[in-house]
């Protein structure tokens, strides 16, 4: 950038300690001032750039005061930096100051900074929303990105996408999509971003297609036999991304996300067919287990059948004993002949009745 442009946003921070060594403050400074120049923002950073501070303070309309300690706001030039542009925002509503902090609190922050914007550089979405935020002031639109070149953002939306940062990833996506229709990659990432998953190998994890095979088996059942059926529907349970992603890829990259698709199909296909024979297992358990429960029932009858039984041959034999003992007195110490006689009949019906009970 040449001295006579203007710049977006002055970015100020401790360059070096005590010790003249590099400090802490502008590694953060450094990402900061990358990811801002690659969406198209105009930096002005003392490190990268040669216009006058002064100038560039004037010319901005965003102001960025980065530190990750507290003895840095008292570091010059740093200090005069940034009482500079605290001064700037004071006079001019228009502008903005913005302090980007890490491992502060803010009783440690001077008040001049406090009473303007405070970010937390440790936040997983502090680079997403600082550049919404910083956007959104130099371009006075709620738009993010349409100007920055699409494999530019690409790169941002693999970067949300590995911070799990979806809902940004997202964003971004529909940028692309609105200003390259045809732009698969777009749509393959807005389909990851939907679906929470950071890249394609997170789409073919176990639980992820283990987690689309109970969808479709809870919708249409765990049957996969008519595969031209399974298929359409997977299609459909995918989305529109997924489909335009195919359609508009080409070459190398059509057959990599073909081979994707093809390997995360198969793998719902035969995860639901698992199911499937999960079922007709647990079918098959729940059969066996109810004749198991009726053999046992029949069991338990014939015991109590047979107990009953013995009970009443118990106190028939019993019964037929003390007859039996009546009568031999009565015949063999009284002589009685009919005594004799009953003795026989009691003892035909004692056999019978063993007999009887044996059936």
């Given at each position: 950038?040449?001295?006579?442009?203007?710049?977006?946003?002055?970015?100020?921070?401790?360059?070096?300690?005590?010790?003249?060594?590099?400090?802490?403050?502008?590694?953060?400074?450094?990402?900061?001032?990358?990811?801002?120049?690659?969406e198209g923002v105009r930096v002005y950073y003392a490190p990268v750039s040669e216009a006058n501070a002064e100038a560039a303070i004037s010319q901005a309309k965003v102001y960025l005061v980065i530190a990750?300690?507290?003895?840095?706001?008292?570091?010059?030039?740093?200090?005069?930096?940034?009482?500079?542009?605290?001064?700037?925002?004071?006079?001019?509503?228009?502008?903005?100051?913005?302090?980007?902090?890490?491992?502060?609190?803010?009783?440690?922050?001077?008040?001049?900074?406090?009473?303007?914007?405070?970010?937390?550089?440790?936040?997983?979405?502090?680079?997403?929303?600082?550049?919404?935020?910083?956007?959104?002031?130099?371009?006075?639109?709620?738009?993010?990105?349409?100007?920055?070149?699409?494999?530019?953002?690409?790169?941002?939306?693999?970067?949300?996408?590995?911070?799990?940062?979806?809902?940004?990833?997202?964003?971004?996506?529909?940028?692309?999509?609105?200003?390259?229709?045809?732009?698969?990659?777009?749509?393959?990432?807005?389909?990851?971003?939907?679906?929470?998953?950071?890249?394609?190998?997170?789409?073919?994890?176990?639980?992820?297609?283990?987690?689309?095979?109970?969808?479709?088996?809870?919708?249409?059942?765990?049957?996969?036999?008519?595969?031209?059926?399974?298929?359409?529907?997977?299609?459909?349970?995918?989305?529109?991304?997924?489909?335009?992603?195919?359609?508009?890829?080409?070459?190398?990259?059509?057959?990599?996300?073909?081979?994707?698709?093809?390997?995360?199909?198969?793998?719902?296909?035969?995860?639901?067919?698992?199911?499937?024979?999960?079922?007709?297992?647990?079918?098959?358990?729940?059969?066996?287990?109810?004749?198991?429960?009726?053999?046992?029932?029949?069991?338990?009858?014939?015991?109590?059948?047979?107990?009953?039984?013995?009970?009443?041959?118990?106190?028939?034999?019993?019964?037929?004993?003390?007859?039996?003992?009546?009568?031999?007195?009565?015949?063999?110490?009284?002589?009685?002949?009919?005594?004799?006689?009953?003795?026989?009949?009691?003892?035909?019906?004692?056999?019978?009745?063993?007999?009887?009970?044996?059936?």
């Amino acid at each position: 950038m040449s001295p006579d442009e203007k710049y977006d946003v002055f970015m100020c921070c401790r360059l070096t300690d005590e010790n003249n060594c590099t400090a802490p403050d502008k590694e953060y400074a450094d990402e900061i001032y990358d990811q801002l120049t690659i969406e198209g923002v105009r930096v002005y950073y003392a490190p990268v750039s040669e216009a006058n501070a002064e100038a560039a303070i004037s010319q901005a309309k965003v102001y960025l005061v980065i530190a990750s300690d507290k003895e840095s706001f008292s570091a010059e030039p740093f200090r005069k930096e940034w009482i500079s542009c605290a001064e700037e925002v004071r006079r001019n509503d228009d502008k903005k100051l913005i302090t980007c902090v890490k491992g502060i609190g803010s009783q440690q922050i001077p008040q001049e900074l406090l009473d303007n914007m405070v970010r937390d550089i440790s936040r997983i979405d502090f680079l997403t929303e600082l550049i919404r935020s910083i956007k959104k002031l130099t371009e006075s639109s709620d738009e993010v990105g349409l100007s920055t070149p699409p494999e530019n953002l690409l790169k941002r939306i693999e970067d949300f996408l590995e911070a799990e940062d979806f809902e940004a990833a997202a964003e971004y996506c529909r940028l692309i999509k609105e200003a390259s229709p045809q732009n698969w990659q777009a749509y393959y990432y807005s389909f990851l971003a939907d679906r929470g998953l950071r890249d394609e190998n997170d789409l073919l994890l176990e639980e992820v297609i283990d987690g689309f095979a109970c969808e479709y088996a809870e919708s249409f059942g765990a049957d996969v036999s008519d595969d031209e059926f399974f298929r359409r529907t997977i299609a459909d349970m995918l989305g529109n991304d997924m489909r335009r992603a195919l359609e508009y890829s080409s070459g190398d990259d059509r057959l990599r996300l073909a081979t994707v698709y093809e390997r995360f199909v198969s793998g719902v296909q035969d995860a639901v067919f698992a199911i499937e024979q999960q079922e007709i297992d647990g079918e098959e358990k729940k059969e066996f287990e109810k004749l198991r429960i009726i053999h046992e029932r029949e069991q338990s009858e014939r015991a109590a059948a047979k107990l009953k039984k013995q009970r009443i041959r118990t106190r028939f034999l019993t019964y037929m004993s003390v007859i039996l003992i009546v009568l031999t007195v009565l015949a063999v110490k009284y002589g009685f002949v009919w005594a004799i006689i009953l003795i026989v009949i009691v003892f035909a019906i004692t056999v019978l009745g063993i007999a009887g009970l044996e059936k």
